[in-house]
């Protein structure tokens, strides 16, 4: 990265993974800070923001989760990073445990997450306390799914006619659950032009609402 960005790297708020080796998901306190390490090495700098990435890959316990979070804020607190987090896809197997409140929690997030997934985000929000929480995936993998040409996700917006299925669904997934940030990939500039216009239009959290009841409605059946 540091050499594709070059001086520009300054310019950019940089976040990053660790957890992943090429053995498979771990956990080890000693590893996961040795990846932060190395991150900052590998960017010149240290980044903005280092996720724990799925722990639950590792289906931890209690005591191996919280000494992995807290290597991760030793390293912030060391200056190899600025901040740390959690990035979770299914966060059900977490709701338990206990770790040093991170800076950022990020969760799935959108009209594609299923109403046990969504509960136990925001389970999980309020027992972490986290500085922030993020939504990630909200487009379940790619705009281009079959899923977005079946229906309308404008409905979720309030007095948004303009508005685009694509910028809808990406508008309704700050609501599902409540996050800060949606993070997305891209290296399309016309989509990111899309994207980020959307957060001009405004959430009806009335059909959030109902929605979500519909959802909880349905796992119960």
């Known amino acids: 990265m540091r050499t594709t960005a070059g001086d520009l790297l300054p310019k950019f708020s940089v976040s990053t993974k660790v ?63 600025r901040s740390w987090g959690v990035s979770t896809w299914d966060p059900r197997s977490l709701t338990d445990f206990d770790v040093p409140c991170p800076d950022v929690l990020m969760v799935r997030a959108g009209l594609l997450v299923g109403v046990d997934v969504l509960e136990a985000a925001e389970a999980l929000a309020m027992r972490w306390c986290p500085s922030q929480v993020w939504g990630m995936s909200p487009f379940g993998g790619s705009t281009t799914e079959v899923v977005w040409d079946r229906f309308d996700p404008r409905i979720f917006l309030r007095d948004s006619p303009s508005a685009t299925k694509i910028q809808a669904a990406f508008r309704s997934s700050y609501g599902l659950p409540q996050v800060d940030a949606v993070a997305v990939g891209t ?29 909880k409605g349905r796992q119960r059946a």
């Open 19 to 81: 957890g992943f080796f090429p053995e498979g998901h771990g956990l080890d306190p000693a590893r996961v800070l040795g990846a932060a390490e190395q991150a900052a090495k590998d960017l010149g700098r240290e980044p903005d923001l280092v996720f724990l990435h799925n722990p639950e890959h590792s289906a931890p316990d209690a005591e191996t989760l919280e000494q992995a979070c807290t290597a991760l804020a030793d390293a912030a607190q060391a200056g190899l990073c």
């Open 187 to 215: 290296d399309d500039v016309d989509h990111l032009r899309e994207l980020t216009e959307a957060l001009a239009y405004e959430v009806d959290e009335n059909v959030i609402r109902e929605y979500r009841r519909l959802l």
